[in-house]
């Protein structure tokens, strides 16, 4: 049933202003609409939030997460961790220092705060982000750098409701992504040794962050010329120039830079903003994407604003990332309506303003689209991540955090095949066209089968049983060092096995299981026992239910 | 799978309590699963069993520093071109190829099993291959005047190149993909398909009708807790009752995954496990289950089979004098078990195995590394292979020279068309059928290559 629109005077947030709200913010959710909206705003619906969204509608518990202080992971690593080389230089570090306590608690931090942070949205948001600026510890040199990895994803968070111009100008200058993709230490061409500038940062920049390889419509298709053929957004010229205009990057450091290459090449590695090595930047005049001219003696703090403001301002940024966002949040394959209609307000927010990723992420969540969802869109949807096929479960039943200092949260990062900031390479897990012949046929996509693969959804499905008879809070597994779940409210409604079903309808899919299969599951669980020896009452219903609920098409299809 | 969590999920079989009399009852599936398998073993798997094993070395691999050329002007143009990048001439391994004789080509010093392999006649060299949409001279791709792949130096367009073998035109299906769609019937009357991705899919394996399986380094697992026939039944409702088109496509994976597991484990785990054979490495361990697969095809009848590993790390736009050296050891190491754990089983002249690449690399230096070139060298490995012979024709690798597109990116000579083309042909694919499968292949004069026998 779709989202039912009430008059302005009936809303029930008070509507203080003489500027007339827009029919999106004056929308109230039922129940299940609340958690299939809150599965796309956050890791999962919880009961509480469902609750809060229920009462005071969506786009104000979207206003409410703005306002939340932003859950960040190097302070947190930084108090628990006694060394950082990549932060305070080793100093304090012992000869035997062990990266790998930290790259577990990085990963022991996200799962904590996609299961209980209270700024949920912006969470997600970052970790949206994180799938498109990618960088990754699946890399040489960042596998070892966990405070490195952890500013990273605080800059993301930091930046997810910000305008899209700072957030590329921070990620640019990140010594995680000048380690990842070869900004930094990138020197200008030297005639004596041959050699000329690193194109990788320069190219995944335009082709991956900003305007894609070819140029869009704001509907997001892609644009033909005159023979049919896509129009390309750029030429490896550009590539090469806009190579040179971003040379002479380097690693923080407190020393002042001289010119030798050694000491520009020796600079030990530390995490935060990179510094410009005016010896080693070309400064000369360079023509980049479009035919722009930028003149020379700009510096390389000048030159990099040159190709951030000519990149941020081409018509394809909006449909390019927007579309990219709608697909990790909402749906995979929008409608080019509704791709439109984001893009209009990634070009103007109302105020003028151009890549306001605050008023872009709540026009997505809020589009009519969205809240229709699969009652007006039969393909409306997203084959759910991994991630969020374990954290939603988490959420809908109030579960805890890790047991600190343990392996679990960093050994689920490769069970799932999937993880924060894990990417196999700079193209993602998945990427945004990625589907199979089947659905190509019927004009679809759908990214996550990548990760959903036999193989994968084995051992993924397996992970999820063994958490379901685990972590149950009423009978811990000694085990188990992950979060346990509140089972109280499932162990109850077990008495009566409608009432657990719905229960499980209720908090996992904000819908109903199909007909035909939902009678069997309760005549089934009708014959299993309530009293089974050494297990809570009502344990052998509850974790028969869930194990067949989380396996299902039903639950692994986020409407 | 992480070994701990797979020892803990093994484990946890003794905790699950399923309700009465369930815990001995054997999966019904499974158990007609295995009879039926055993029927087959009389119908026979053939003689007439190929397998193509495709590795495809993600991230663009320099493979202009995998084959060397040696003569004292072959070297020194290489050594110019190259500057830092330069592999020194003494750590060269030296090759004799047929025609051409000593002391002009070498490989790389971390290769020594792929020199062994070459001069036993088990594998060749392709010079300079790469995506074409028809022969193109350096003046034709400057004056644009014929057509071109599209994004030249684009990471994900030019692996597709690859997996399509098609540098133009439009389609989703991988060319051994098109092809397997050509062979109907050869994955014999198992329902394993003939595509199968070792750890992940890929699209050179995907056809328009072939749906490949992918499978575990490890092997297969089953979906746990569902011992109990009821509750299979109820697992199994559920995902028949699927109409969501996203939702199922998962159903159909899930029920191929629980079928085919049921046919596989017990004959993998019967089968050799080519224990201390392989490097542990991520190539190594893909590898290994390639031959453990081909180890039991006999007992699962199928007649063709196209396997797809991958190794990444070949993106040495950084560091590459630092890395290179330990991405070739692996390589060759992985290679070289293959070879010889196919030739330990017999399989040597069924199984032919090759390399993909997105793209050479740049011939000059960024100052640590290189960039993302066009042309480069690929391999071919196999009993069937006409070894110990370089195809094609390599470039000159004279910067701004005729082959050089600028900056040492090299013009392909010979096309993934004509590379795929030759494979298919040993594979069976006929000749009606090779002008729809690679439908560019025409445009070359040259369209077997010759390689195999």
């Not at chain 1, 590695?269 to 070309?282: C, L, N, S």
Request: hydrophobic letters at 40%; one cysteine or more; aromatic letters at 8%.
């Amino acid at each position: 049933m779709a989202g039912f629109l009430l008059p302005a005077a009936l809303a029930l947030t008070g509507c203080s202003g003489s500027v007339a709200q827009p029919a999106a913010d004056q929308v109230l959710l039922s129940q299940n609409e609340a958690v299939r909206f809150l599965n796309r705003a956050s890791f999962g619906a919880s009961p509480a939030d469902t609750a809060r969204v229920v009462q005071i509608g969506p786009a104000a518990w979207i206003d409410e997460q703005m306002t939340q202080p932003t859950t960040l992971h190097l302070p947190a690593m930084l108090a628990q961790m006694a060394c950082a080389p990549e932060v305070t230089g080793d100093v304090n570090c012992p000869g035997d220092y062990d990266y790998f306590p930290a790259v577990r608690l990085r990963h022991e931090l996200f799962w904590n705060a996609a299961i209980a942070a209270p700024d949920q949205l912006r969470q997600r948001v970052a970790f949206a982000l994180s799938q498109i600026l990618v960088v990754s510890e699946r890399h040489e040199e960042l596998a070892e750098l966990p405070f490195m990895l952890a500013s990273y994803h605080d800059e993301l968070s930091q930046g997810a409701f910000g305008d899209f111009r700072s957030l590329i100008e921070a990620v640019s200058k990140n010594a995680a992504m000048g380690e990842y993709l070869g900004m930094v230490k990138n020197r200008k061409a030297d005639p004596v040794t041959n050699t000329r500038p690193d194109e990788n940062f320069a190219r995944e920049l335009m082709q991956l962050f900003t305007i894609g390889l070819s140029m869009l419509a704001p509907d997001g298709s892609v644009v033909l010329d005159g023979g049919g053929q896509p129009v390309p957004t750029y030429t490896q010229t550009e590539i090469e120039e806009t190579a040179r205009a971003l040379t002479g990057w380097n690693f923080p450091s407190d020393i002042t830079p001289n010119s030798t290459v050694e000491d520009f090449l020796d600079l030990d590695r530390r995490a935060g903003v990179m510094q410009p090595w005016p010896a080693f930047h070309d400064d000369g005049p360079k023509v980049i994407v479009g035919g722009v001219p930028v003149p020379g003696g700009l510096g390389a703090e000048g030159d990099l604003d040159a190709v951030l403001d000519t990149l941020c301002n081409h018509p394809n940024v909006g449909p390019f990332i927007g579309k990219q966002l709608i697909q990790r949040l909402v749906t995979s394959n929008p409608s080019p309506a509704y791709v439109a209609r984001i893009s209009a307000v990634w070009a103007d927010d109302g105020s003028g303003r151009r890549g306001q990723l605050g008023a872009v992420v709540k026009a997505i969540l809020l589009d009519p689209e969205a809240i229709r969802g699969v009652e007006a869109t039969p393909h409306f949807g997203i084959i759910r991540e991994p991630v969020l096929r374990m954290s939603t479960f988490f959420r809908a039943f109030n579960a805890g955090s890790f047991t600190p200092g343990t392996e679990l949260a960093w050994e689920f990062a490769e069970v799932l095949r999937q993880g924060p900031l894990t990417a196999p390479s700079v193209f993602n897990f998945y990427r945004p066209t990625d589907t199979n012949q089947a659905l190509a046929s019927q004009g679809l996509v759908a990214p996550e089968l990548k990760v959903t693969t036999h193989s994968a959804l084995t051992d993924q499905a397996n992970l999820m049983t063994f958490m379901i008879f685990d972590a149950m809070d009423a009978a811990p597994e000694q085990e188990w060092e992950g979060p346990l779940y509140s089972a109280g409210p499932l162990l109850t409604a077990a008495e009566v096995p409608q009432s657990l079903v719905a229960l499980v309808e209720g908090r996992l899919l904000g819908g109903p299981l199909p007909s035909s299969a939902r009678s069997q599951i309760i005549s089934h669980l009708d014959g299993v026992p309530m009293d089974v020896p050494g297990r809570p009452r009502g344990a052998e219903r509850v974790t028969e239910l869930l194990t067949l609920v989380m396996h299902s098409p039903a639950y692994t299809v986020q409407k | 799978m992480n070994i701990d969590i797979q020892k803990k999920l093994l484990d946890r079989r003794r905790f699950l309590r399923f309700g009465a009399g369930a815990a001995a009852a054997a999966s019904v599936a499974q158990f007609t699963a295995v009879r039926a398998l055993a029927g087959q073993r009389m119908m026979g798997g053939g003689n007439d069993y190929k397998a193509l094993v495709c590795v495809f070395l993600y991230g663009g691999a320099d493979t202009f520093n995998l084959l060397v050329p040696t003569s004292a002007s072959g070297y020194a143009t290489y050594a110019a071109s190259r500057g830092d990048l330069a592999e020194s001439q003494s750590s060269l391994l030296p090759i004799t190829p047929l025609g051409i004789g000593a002391g002009e080509y070498g490989v790389h010093g971390s290769v020594p099993e792929l020199q062994g392999l070459f001069e036993t006649g088990k594998l060749a060299f392709v010079g300079n291959v790469g995506p074409l949409v028809q022969p193109t001279t350096k003046g034709a791709y400057l004056a644009n005047s014929v057509g071109l792949p599209q994004y030249l130096f684009s990471h994900n367009d030019q692996q597709s190149q690859w997996h399509l073998a098609r540098a133009s035109g439009s389609g989703y299906a991988g060319w051994a993909g098109r092809v397997l769609d050509r062979m109907p019937g050869v994955g014999g009357s198992t329902s394993l398909s003939p595509a199968i991705g070792i750890g992940s899919t890929a699209q050179v394996i995907e056809g328009d009708q072939t749906s490949p399986y992918v499978i575990g380094e490890g092997g297969t697992s089953p979906i746990e807790s569902y011992d109990d026939p009821a509750r299979a039944t109820l697992r199994d409702a559920l995902l028949s009752a699927e109409s969501h088109p996203l939702g199922r496509e998962y159903a159909g994976t899930m029920s191929t995954a629980i079928d085919i597991d049921a046919q596989l484990s017990g004959l993998l785990a019967a089968g050799p496990s080519f224990d201390g054979v392989f490097p542990e490495s991520e190539l190594g361990a893909q590898l290994r289950m390639v031959a453990r697969m081909i180890a039991i095809r006999s007992q699962l009848g199928v007649g063709r089979q196209v396997f797809h590993v991958g190794m990444g790390g070949f993106d040495t736009h950084d560091n590459q004098t630092g890395l290179l050296p330990g991405l070739f050891a692996s390589l060759s190491a992985a290679l070289g078990a293959f070879q010889q754990a196919m030739d330990s089983i017999g399989e040597s002249q069924r199984v032919t195995t090759f390399t993909h690449t997105e793209f050479g690399r740049t011939l000059s230096s960024n100052g640590q590394g290189s960039d993302h070139g066009w042309g480069g060298n690929g391999l071919v490995m196999g009993g069937a292979v006409r070894g110990q012979q370089i195809y094609g024709t390599m470039p000159d690798l004279t910067l701004d020279g005729p082959d050089d597109v600028g900056d040492g990116r090299i013009l392909p000579t010979t096309s993934v068309d004509q590379f795929a083309g030759t494979l298919s042909k040993w594979f069976g694919l006929g000749q009606t059928q090779m002008g729809l499968v690679f439908p560019n292949l025409s445009n070359f004069s040259n369209p077997d290559l010759g390689f195999m026998t």
